[in-house]
Structures are given as structure tokens and as C-alpha cells.
């Protein structure tokens, strides 16, 4: 509390001193959840102030500001800094005078707090406006939360009553209101009586004081009665579910408790039975080793065989290497064969080509020469042209045939010369493939000749190879016969311990059997433990559909009970509906007037402004007409000017004038 003052003083300009002395007593009492304030006149800076510091977390669950003497908009900032509160429980604006702004603020609070559950507002004049009274009466049918209302002595007449009905036909938290000392009259008692048949939560509805008839009063008590009692059996319902609820739970934990019990007892069965299987398995384990042994005895003798049978087999493996050494020194043989024999005849091709090479060249220097001859006959042909031409400028052109013969004798002469260069290379070039040809064939004979030499060296090799073959054939044949006799005398010796190994293990295997039935006779006697207990599980399952299908049946009595309720819900949905389509249709109503005023605005306003064009061109027209009246009054004050100016010369023409006829008159007379 000492915080919420110092808040309040530092909020302040100029904090009242019956509020610091107030807050300082709330302080120092001991309960603070209550702020009291009433009848201290508090002012519009104060209200500012505790509307900033009411929206946070205040510790106050209850407000009381009776006959503080609040105006409009300190009435606004109050409520304003109350709508996101969430701690208070409970408001007192008694006495206060609010009217038509503090309706308003009214309806917006309970449109947005979710924490005031009880609201005083006595001796207040809300049904004296009744558009304010009608948007408090909105935010009173949006308001979910608040379950008291006290509105005595607030001058609400039969269309507030009507308000508060529709109101109430919204709300589903009001429990008690308290509408004493009003005017509502027969039409706001029948409005309100016909709101409580789609209200069932409002329990108290205090109607004394408003010229209500006695039997709407009387039918408003049997409404409340009615309620109360659907209360009543709501609660025993509630009641009773829950503790149908508990016996479920109990009964479930029951059964799990015995479901776990169970379990318990066929965990010990199966560890016995695991048991049993252990000391099973260790029997089966040491038989398993006596074979193993005997296993182990005849794999060593097997490895002995095994070993014998290695040695003959790599025997025939050296004897089949040699063999595959010889097949390999043939293949080499004819390889090499097909070697030399291709090394030929690319030898030969090549000969060929190096031949059809030299041939191409040869035709290539031939065409070249006749192309010569064709250039010099042409030249010939071109001076024989240019001599009957030009016959009659022999003795110009005598020089240039000369030189022209003698460039046709440098020509022959250079021809000549690539001729016997062409036969000299052609000549070389024939020297030089019966060199190498020479050079290929003494190669081929020699190649033949070492191959020849390695064929016998092979042969020999080969006949050597073949006594060895015969010298390990006849050992090996010796060393057969005596590992035939070595195995014979294993298999005997084999077969004595066989028949030994096997008389043992018929023992074994003899009590492994008897061990084997004592196993079954204890798993048969499990069995029968594990069946009764399945049987005991039945009848508990059996009881839990028992207990299932009671549920059922009042899960159905809830749903039925539901259903009436969204009946009525819905019964109510579909009045306010109706009395919603009458009021969009007096909205809508309304807002054609409102476009028709907003037209006649658009064309008055449309009108002023072509009135004003008119008058800004009426008013340039005359700036230009005084302008044209002045250029006139300056060109006929000009015109005047130069009028007074002719008859001033006028004036002296005529005067002279008439001087020299007085003149001529006088000298004619003389």
C-alpha cells in the first residue's frame, strides 16, 4: 500500500490530502485488499492517476468509490485503467451521478475485464440516457464472469428493462440483480419475465419499488425458484459423478493390483521354469562336451588322411606343372613362329607401300613436268599471238622475244636439270630398298636359325622332363600303397572307438530322456496355475464390464440432460437472432438515411463549390470589365484631350481666319 501511495504522489501535480491520509490509514490497517475511498470528492487528476495505476498488478480485490462525486471523464480514466485489471473482485461506484459517458465506460469494462464478479451502481442515473444505458446493457450480455448487480435507484425505465432482458438472454454468469426503486413498469417486468425462460443461471432478481403487477412478480419467483432448483440438481448431479468417478478409480487401482499380483505369480513360474531349463541345459552342455571331445579325436585322424591325401594331390600337382611347362613351351614355339612370320609381312607391306609411295611420287613429278610443257607451249603460243599482233611494232618488240627465247632456254634447261635430279633420286631410292630387303632377309634367316636352335634345346628339355615324370610316377605309386595300408589301420582303430563312444552316449542320452518327463510334469502343473489365474482375470474383467456399462448408462442420463440444454441454448440463439435481424434492419434502415444525409451533404458541398467558381469568375470577369472601363476612360480622356486640342485649333484657325477677312474687308473698303 505504501508503494501504491508513493505511485499515486509521484502520478500527482497536486495529490489531495484525504486521499494521502486515506491510503496512509489503509496501509497501516491490517486487512489490504480493499481500497476504500468512498466519500472524498475525488478529482479529475486523481482519477487519471489511479486509472495509470490500476492496470497493473494492484493488490486489491476490491474498490469502493461510493459518493465520490466523480465527473464524466474522470469516470472514463477510472474505468479505462480497470479493463485490463485482473485482481479486482469486486466494485462500488454508488452515488456517483453517471449518466450517458459513464454508461459507456461501464459497457466497455465489462465487455473487457474477466476479474469483477460483483458491481455496485446505486443511486446513479444510467436510464436516463438511453443509448449509454443500451451499450452498458451490450457489455453486460458479452460479459461472461460477473454474477452480481446492484442497480437501484439508477431511473431505469420500461425500454432499459427491455435492454436488460435481452441482455440477460445473453449472459450466463449473473446469479443476482437488484433492480429496486426504478421505473420499469408492466412492459419491463413482462420484457424481463420473458427473458428468464432462456436465462438459467439468474437466481435473485429483486423487482420491489417499479410498479410491477403482482403476478409478473409472482411468475419472476417461480422463474428464481425454478433456477435455484436446476441449480440444485445440477450440483447433485456434479456430486454424484464425481463420486462415481472415485469408485471407478478405486476400482481400476483394485484391479491392477490383482492384475499385478498375477503377474508376480507367473514371474515366479517362469523363473522356476527357468530354472529347470538351466540345469537342463548344463546337462546337455557337458554331453555336448564328451562329443565334442570325441569330435576333436576323429578330426585329428581326419587331418592325418587329410594330410596324406595333400601330399599325393601336390605329387600329381608337380606332375601336372610339367606337363603345363611343356604345353607352354609349344604355345611359345608356335608363338614365336607366328611372331616372325607376321614380323614379314608387315615387313613386305611396308615394302609395298614404300613401292606404291615412291610410284605416287614418281606420277606426281610426271604431271608436274607436263604441266611445264603445257605452261611453255602456252607462253609459245601467246608470243606466236603477240607477233601477229603486234607485227607492225616489230622493231619494239624484237628485244622482248629474245629475252622471252631466252627465258624459254633458262626454262628447258632448269626442266633438264629436275629431270636428271628426279632419275638420280629414283636411282637411290631403288639402291636403298635392295639394301634393306637384302638386310630383312638376312635377319629372317638368322631368326630362323636361333629358332631352330631353341626347338632342339626345348626337345631336350622336354625328354628330360619326361624321365623325371616317370621317376616321380613310380615314387608316387610306392608312397600310395603304403598310405592305402596306414589308412586301413586307422579306420579299424577308428571304428573300435566309435562303437565305444556310442554306447556311452546311449547312456546320456537315456537320462536326458528321464530328466526330459520330469521338465514336462513341472510344466504341466504350471500350466494348470497359469489357467486359474486366467479364470480369476475373467471374472475381474467381467465385474469391470459391469462397473463400464453403469458408466455408460449415466454418461447417456448426462448427454440427455445436455442435450435439453443446448435445446434451450439454441431456442434462445434463434430469439436473439430474430431480434438481431430487426435490429440489422433498423441499422440498415438507419444507414440508408445516413447515405441519403451523407448525399444532400456531398451535393451542398458539391453546389457551394460551383457557387464559389462562380463567384471567383464573376468576380475576375469584373476585375477585367474595370480594367476595359479604365483602358476606356483613359482613351477618352485622351480622345477629349485631342478634341480640345483640334477645337483649340480650330478656334485659332478661325479667329485667324476671321481677322484676315476683317483685313481684307478694311483694304478693300480703303
Known amino acids: 500500500m505504501e508503494e501504491f501511495r508513493r505511485a499515486y504522489a509521484r502520478l500527482c501535480v497536486a495529490p489531495q490530502e484525504a486521499v494521502l491520509r486515506r491510503l496512509r490509514e489503509l496501509g497501516a490497517a491490517p486487512g489490504r485488499g480493499r481500497l476504500d475511498l468512498a466519500a472524498q470528492s475525488l478529482s479529475l487528476e486523481t482519477c487519471g492517476a489511479l486509472g495509470r495505476l490500476l492496470p497493473g498488478a494492484a493488490p486489491f480485490a476490491e474498490v469502493a468509490l461510493g459518493d465520490c462525486g466523480l465527473c464524466e471523464e474522470g469516470v472514463k480514466l477510472l474505468l479505462h485503467g480497470l479493463c485490463s485489471n485482473t485482481s479486482v473482485k469486486s466494485l462500488d461506484l454508488k452515488g456517483n451521478n453517471l449518466r450517458n459517458v459513464g454508461a459507456e465506460a461501464l459497457g466497455k469494462l465489462l465487455r473487457q475485464?474477466?476479474?469483477?464478479?460483483?458491481?455496485?451502481?446505486?443511486?446513479?442515473?444510467?436510464?436516463?440516457?438511453?443509448?449509454?444505458?443500451?451499450?452498458?446493457?451490450?457489455?453486460?450480455?458479452?460479459?461472461?464472469?460477473?454474477?452480481?448487480?446492484?442497480?437501484?435507484?439508477?431511473?431505469?425505465?420500461?425500454?432499459?428493462?427491455?435492454?436488460?432482458?435481452?441482455?440477460?438472454?445473453?449472459?450466463?454468469?449473473?446469479?443476482?440483480?437488484?433492480l429496486r426503486w426504478n421505473n420499469i413498469g408492466l412492459l419491463g417486468g413482462r420484457a424481463l419475465l420473458n427473458c428468464l425462460h432462456s436465462n438459467k443461471t439468474l437466481k435473485r432478481l429483486e423487482l420491489a419499488g417499479n410498479n410491477v403487477p403482482s403476478d409478473i412478480l409472482k411468475a419472476v419467483e417461480q422463474a428464481m425458484n425454478h433456477n435455484q432448483d436446476r441449480e440444485t440438481i445440477?450440483?447433485?448431479?456434479?456430486?454424484?459423478?464425481?463420486?462415481?468417478?472415485?469408485?471407478?478409480?478405486?476400482?481400476?487401482?483394485?484391479?491392477?493390483?490383482?492384475?499385478?499380483?498375477?503377474?508376480?505369480?507367473?514371474?515366479?513360474?517362469?523363473?522356476?521354469?527357468?530354472?529347470?531349463?538351466?540345469?537342463?541345459?548344463?546337462?546337455?552342455?557337458?554331453?555336448?562336451?564328451?562329443?565334442?571331445e570325441q569330435h576333436s579325436v576323429m578330426n585329428s585322424l581326419k587331418a592325418k588322411l587329410q594330410m596324406t591325401e595333400a601330399a599325393l594331390a601336390l605329387s600329381e600337382q608337380k606332375v601336372h606343372n610339367l606337363g603345363e611347362l611343356l604345353n607352354a613351351?609349344?604355345?611359345?614355339?608356335?608363338?614365336?613362329?607366328?611372331?616372325?612370320?607376321?614380323?614379314?609381312?608387315?615387313?613386305?607391306?611396308?615394302?609395298?607401300?614404300?613401292?606404291?609411295?615412291?610410284?605416287?611420287?614418281?606420277?606426281?613429278?610426271?604431271?608436274?613436268?607436263?604441266?611445264?610443257?603445257?605452261?611453255?607451249?602456252?607462253?609459245?603460243?601467246?608470243?606466236?599471238?603477240?607477233?601477229?599482233?603486234?607485227?607492225?611494232?616489230?622493231?619494239?618488240?624484237?628485244?622482248?622475244?629474245?629475252?622471252?627465247k631466252l627465258r624459254a632456254m633458262r626454262a628447258e634447261e632448269h626442266l633438264e636439270m629436275e629431270k636428271k635430279r628426279f632419275k638420280q633420286s629414283l636411282e637411290d631410292m631403288e639402291s636403298l630398298r635392295v639394301k634393306e630387303v637384302g638386310h630383312m632377309?638376312?635377319?629372317?634367316?638368322?631368326?630362323?636359325?636361333?629358332?631352330?636352335?631353341?626347338?632342339?634345346?626345348?626337345?631336350?628339355?622336354?625328354?628330360?622332363?619326361?624321365?623325371?615324370?616317370?621317376?616321380?610316377?613310380?615314387?608316387?605309386?610306392?608312397?600310395?600303397?603304403?598310405?592305402?595300408?596306414?589308412?586301413?589301420?586307422?579306420?579299424?582303430?577308428?571304428?573300435?572307438?566309435?562303437?565305444?563312444?556310442?554306447?556311452?552316449?546311449?547312456?546320456?542320452?537315456?537320462?536326458?530322456?528321464?530328466?526330459r518327463n520330469e521338465a514336462q510334469y513341472c510344466c504341466i502343473k504350471q500350466k494348470q496355475m497359469i489357467a486359474e489365474a486366467q479364470a480369476k482375470a475373467n471374472q475381474l474383467s467381467l465385474h469391470a464390464d459391469g462397473l463400464r456399462r453403469r458408466l455408460e448408462e449415466l454418461q447417456q442420463d448426462l448427454k440427455s440432460k445436455e442435450e435439453e440444454k443446448v435445446t434451450?441454448?439454441?431456442?434462445?440463439?434463434?430469439?436473439?437472432?430474430?431480434?438481431?435481424?430487426?435490429?440489422?434492419?433498423?441499422?440498415?434502415?438507419?444507414?440508408?438515411?445516413?447515405?441519403?444525409?451523407?448525399?444532400?451533404?456531398?451535393?451542398?458541398?458539391?453546389?457551394?463549390?460551383?457557387h464559389r467558381e462562380a463567384l471567383l469568375d464573376k468576380e475576375s470577369e469584373i476585375s477585367v470589365l474595370l480594367e476595359k472601363l479604365r483602358t476606356k476612360e483613359a482613351d477618352i480622356s485622351r480622345m477629349r484631350e485631342e478634341e480640345a486640342q483640334r477645337a483649340s485649333f480650330l478656334q485659332n484657325a478661325i479667329m485667324a481666319y476671321v481677322q484676315g477677312s476683317s483685313l481684307g474687308t478694311h483694304s478693300s473698303r480703303k
Open 234 to 292: 445440477l450440483n447433485e448431479t456434479q456430486n454424484r459423478t464425481y463420486v462415481l468417478g472415485k469408485e471407478v478409480l478405486s476400482l481400476k487401482d483394485e484391479k491392477t493390483k490383482q492384475f499385478l499380483d498375477l503377474m508376480d505369480t507367473i514371474d515366479k513360474q517362469r523363473e522356476e521354469i527357468a530354472r529347470s531349463g538351466r540345469i537342463s541345459a548344463a546337462r546337455v552342455s557337458q554331453l555336448q562336451e564328451a562329443l565334442d
Open 441 to 515: 632377309t638376312q635377319h629372317i634367316e638368322t631368326s630362323e636359325r636361333s629358332m631352330q636352335d631353341r626347338i632342339q634345346r626345348l626337345e631336350a628339355i622336354r625328354i628330360a622332363l619326361e624321365e623325371e615324370l616317370n621317376q616321380v610316377k613310380a615314387a608316387a605309386l610306392a608312397e600310395r600303397g603304403h598310405a592305402e595300408e596306414e589308412l586301413m589301420k586307422v579306420r579299424n582303430q577308428a571304428r573300435l572307438e566309435e562303437r565305444q563312444q556310442l554306447e556311452h552316449l546311449e547312456e546320456k542320452l537315456r537320462l536326458m530322456t528321464e530328466s
Open 568 to 610: 434451450e441454448v439454441n431456442k434462445v440463439k434463434v430469439e436473439l437472432q430474430e431480434h438481431i435481424g430487426h435490429l440489422q434492419a433498423e441499422r440498415t434502415a438507419q444507414d440508408g438515411l445516413r447515405e441519403k444525409i451523407a448525399a444532400l451533404e456531398r451535393q451542398l458541398k458539391a453546389l457551394s463549390s460551383i
Open 113 to 178: 475485464n474477466k476479474s469483477i464478479r460483483s458491481l455496485i451502481l446505486e443511486w446513479n442515473s444510467l436510464g436516463v440516457w438511453e443509448e449509454g444505458f443500451s451499450f452498458f446493457c451490450q457489455g453486460l450480455g458479452a460479459n461472461n464472469f460477473l454474477q452480481q448487480l446492484d442497480l437501484r435507484n439508477n431511473q431505469i425505465n420500461h425500454q432499459g428493462a427491455g435492454d436488460l432482458a435481452m441482455a440477460l438472454k445473453q449472459n450466463a454468469s449473473l446469479q443476482e440483480l437488484d
Open 329 to 404: 613351351v609349344k604355345q611359345e614355339q608356335a608363338s614365336m613362329a607366328e611372331c616372325h612370320f607376321m614380323e614379314l609381312q608387315q615387313q613386305k607391306q611396308e615394302g609395298a607401300v614404300r613401292e606404291g609411295k615412291f610410284l605416287h611420287e614418281l606420277s606426281a613429278a610426271s604431271e608436274k613436268n607436263l604441266l611445264l610443257r603445257n605452261q611453255v607451249d602456252e607462253l609459245e603460243k601467246k608470243c606466236k599471238v603477240q607477233q601477229d599482233q603486234l607485227f607492225q611494232v616489230k622493231q619494239d618488240l624484237t628485244n622482248r622475244t629474245a629475252e622471252l
